[in-house]
């Protein structure tokens, strides 16, 4: 597995993807939190990072498929899966090393955004007047989100041979399971069960991470979305075998 994660992770590195990737989600979230009247943090008043919060699930939507379209549905054009099949690794260890490479890169986006914290925090009144514990279990949050998103893209690359399409399949999936959930709970049609379909989305459990308070039912949750979809790869994989 980790053999496949290193080859692949270099393979990000080696192509524009990693570059523009990170360059994208760095600059929109800059202009977001600085620029942008209706969303900066200089206008908002308050020492927070609420913005980047804000913003940062909705740039993953599109950046982490963008990331993931390539993992197996280039390996499926190139004629090169069948070669890489034969190797000794069993088919979850394949799935885990490029979900592991795609989410690496996904979080080293996120590693220069801490410039954006300390930016902040510098400029409190008084200095330092930030609430840290809530930035933690946001940045905690964001880590599962793009675990999920991950997932999920790795998923849609196993299903086709097209980049484009798995690009598509991703986002859309990523869409629904973020904030489809609170869509359809928003109908009156639910009643009192609606709050519950709400807790089936991933925005419900985002939001209390980020309050800063670190519940067990919220990781499990999004543990459990990452297996499922892992496991869906997989399954996607041995379907050759039938």
């Known amino acids: 597995m980790l053999s496949i994660l290193k080859k692949e992770f270099n393979g990000f590195l080696n192509s524009l993807i990693a570059y523009i990737v990170i360059t994208v989600f760095l600059v929109a979230i800059g202009m977001f939190m600085w620029v942008f009247p209706e969303s900066s943090v200089l206008e908002y008043g308050f020492a927070d990072l609420q913005t980047l919060f804000n913003m940062a699930p909705w740039l993953f939507l599109f950046l982490i498929p963008a990331i993931t379209m390539r993992t197996f549905a280039e390996e499926k054009r190139e004629g090169t899966i069948e070669l890489l099949l034969t190797k000794p690794l069993t088919d979850l260890e394949l799935v885990l090393g490029k979900y592991f490479a795609a989410l690496l890169l996904a979080l080293f986006a996120l590693v220069p955004t801490l410039l954006y914290y300390y930016s902040v925090y510098a400029l409190g009144s008084p200095q330092g007047n930030i609430d840290s514990a809530a930035v933690v279990g946001s940045y905690i949050g964001l880590v599962f989100l ?10 849609a690359s196993s299903v086709s041979d097209n980049q484009i399409i798995s690009f598509v399949v991703a986002v859309f999936l990523c869409y629904i399971i973020f904030t489809g959930f609170d869509l359809i709970s928003s109908i009156p049609f639910w009643g009192s069960s609606s709050y519950l379909i709400s807790q089936l989305g991933i925005s419900y459990h985002y939001a209390a991470i980020s309050k800063g308070l670190i519940d067990s039912r919220d990781v499990l949750y999004f543990l459990s979305v990452i ?3 892992i496991l869906a790869t997989k399954l996607v994989l041995e379907s050759r075998k039938w």
Do not use: K, P, S, Y
């Open 146 to 155: 793009a675990g999920v998103f991950t997932a999920i893209g790795v998923f």
């Open 227 to 229: 297996a499922v979809m």
